[in-house]
């Protein structure tokens, strides 16, 4: 069946964000479902989308939000019958990927640390917005983000699962991540409460 196109995303085209969440998305249709799913996904893609995803995407250098949006639509289309259920999986994937390595040693703190640093380092991935932590009690905290516009729904989503992911991997247990607040839907910040044990 011939995949229909993703549009451009125009209204993200201003804002950025770092190479390291794009290559998040390759990798994971890379492991999970393989070349042909990932020749099938960026067909769907704008032709200059297209080449550029199809070259080296570099951890460090900063590309457009629309880019990132474009692609989390088309995985969405092709690996999940349009739905927005894979943009929660592609954020656990994310943490998996963004906390090994490099930044391993973000996840070696108390989960309270960690989120702090997380709201701290907002701006070393993404050029828009603001983001808060504020502890509520010894195993709750919000995160607050505000954002200049409405921000992509993957975007909302994928910040689900990367949190719960993020906080399990700083050893918290049953972690739970509510969304009590969406600039999407009329709050006037997105919100995320995050609970463990
Ligand atoms: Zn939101």
């Known amino acids: 069946m011939e995949e229909k196109k993703i549009g451009s995303a125009e209204e993200y085209s201003k804002y ?14 890379h ?3 393989g070349f042909s799913a990932l020749k099938k996904i960026l067909a769907t893609l ?13 951890i460090g250098e900063w590309y457009p939000l629309s880019m990132l949006v474009m692609l989390d639509q088309a995985i969405a289309q092709v690996l999940a019958g349009g739905s ?6 592609l954020g656990v994937f994310s943490a998996d990927v963004n906390l090994s390595g490099a ?3 973000l996840v070696h703190q108390d989960v309270h640390a960690f989120l702090e640093l997380t709201a701290v380092l907002h701006k070393q991935y993404q050029d ?13 905290a919000l995160l607050q983000f505000r954002y200049p516009q409405s921000p992509p729904a993957s975007y909302c989503k994928s910040a689900i699962g990367y949190l719960r992911r993020a906080v ?3 050893s918290g247990r049953q972690v739970t991540v509510r969304m009590t607040g969406c600039l999407r839907q009329g709050d006037p910040l ?3 409460r995050v609970e463990w044990h």
């Open 84 to 89: 927005e259920r894979v943009f929660e999986e």
């Open 168 to 170: 399990e991997l700083c």
């Open 46 to 58: 704008p032709d200059e989308v297209r080449e550029q995803l199809s070259k080296t995407v570099y």
């Open 103 to 105: 930044y391993e040693p």
């Open 128 to 140: 828009f917005g603001e983001a808060q932590y504020l502890r509520l009690n010894d195993n709750g």
């Open 16 to 29: 950025h964000v770092q190479g390291s969440l794009i290559k998040s998305r390759i990798l994971y249709i």
């Open 190 to 192: 997105c919100e995320y």
């Open 31 to 33: 492991v999970n479902q």
